[in-house]
């Protein structure tokens, strides 16, 4: 009846923007990413008749409106699959991010995965990954990808069967290096994903969109490194043009975050420097390189006044032992 459970966040490769359905939380179309560590979420759930309601509980601050509600839908999800009397009992979820969250790396993704991991194993699920990419995906759509880890794809569907996570086979996460340059900008990744279909461009990304998942797969299968990060580089660059088309307009980007692309397309450019910026539905930058170049990156992107760290490429989410329980 109690598990724990850790996963790690997700940069979006080839990005979802918008819903088809906001309760199942179902995409337009098809997405790629790669999960980053050591960044990750660790939570611990446990259904009890000792408590007297569901609670949840992310970085000691216990949730209510619109977070309340994301992290209900994955726990009922769960029930709905499980057969085991206990579920009917209330269920405490306490989760904590070794990274910051809503500045655009990704914790939305890992805080879902690991719960719904969590939460298949304490609700007694013989669960696939893939299984478990669909409880995850209610809370979040970036999320179930992060549950299969390392560079996956979340399938576009209108139900479960079709609408899962898989991995993608490929041999790039040996030699890639992340630089995250944080801009500390606080987001509502879903405000831009409810409004993206109004966009005067929504349709034209979504022409390309296909195409676009198709390279992808391809670069990332023939371990094509410059390939893979110059469409992920483009593929930032559409989705933000989408989303500052909406209705509200939002821009998400600052002064720092196109400080750092320029910064990257001139190490690119004057010193042959294999490195490719990408965003999310954030400010801060994911600026993606080779071993080889990991430091000197590193010390470009921190000269545009922001901290950095090095990420490498993360697994999938994995159930951790009892003594890691948060409580």
Not at 277 to 297: C, K, L, M, P
Request: net charge negative; charged share 25%.
């Amino acid at each position: 009846m109690k598990a724990t459970a850790m996963a790690h966040p997700i940069q979006g490769l080839v990005k979802y923007h918008g819903m088809r359905d906001d309760i199942k939380r179902f995409p337009y179309h098809d997405s790629i990413s790669v999960c980053t560590a050591p960044s990750h979420t660790r939570t611990t759930v446990e259904f009890s008749m000792d408590y007297d309601e569901d609670t949840f509980i992310v970085d000691g601050e216990e949730l209510d409106g619109r977070a309340y509600e994301r992290v209900e839908a994955v726990v009922e999800k769960a029930r709905s699959k499980s057969d085991a009397a206990h579920t009917v009992y209330p269920v405490r979820l306490e989760s904590e991010n070794s990274f910051p969250s809503n500045v655009g790396l990704g914790s939305s993704s890992s805080g879902f995965a690991a719960a719904a991991m969590a939460l298949a194993e304490a609700a007694d699920l013989d669960a696939s990954r893939q299984e478990v990419s669909t409880i995850a995906r209610v809370g979040s759509a970036s999320s179930a990808r992060a549950v299969t880890g390392a560079f996956s794809q979340l399938y576009t569907g209108l139900n479960d069967e079709d609408c899962h996570s898989e991995r993608i086979p490929s041999d790039l996460h040996e030699n890639l290096k992340i630089v995250v340059g944080l801009v500390p900008y606080h987001k509502e990744t879903e405000d831009a994903h409810r409004e993206a279909a109004d966009s005067h461009m929504f349709q034209a990304r979504n022409a390309h969109i296909h195409e676009q998942i198709a390279e992808m797969r391809d670069a990332l299968r023939n371990n094509d490194f410059e390939r893979t990060f110059e469409l992920a580089e483009q593929d930032s660059l559409s989705l933000a043009a989408t989303t500052m088309t909406g209705p509200s307009g939002w821009v998400y980007w600052q002064p720092a975050t196109l400080a750092i692309f320029n910064t990257v397309r001139e190490l690119r450019e004057e010193e042959d420097i294999p490195v490719y910026f990408s965003t999310d539905t954030g400010a801060s930058v994911y600026v993606n390189t080779t071993e080889e170049y990991a430091e000197r990156v590193e010390e470009a992107v921190a000269d545009c006044g922001v901290s950095t760290t090095i990420w490498d490429v993360g697994g999938p989410a994995k159930l951790l032992d009892d003594d890691q329980h948060l409580f």
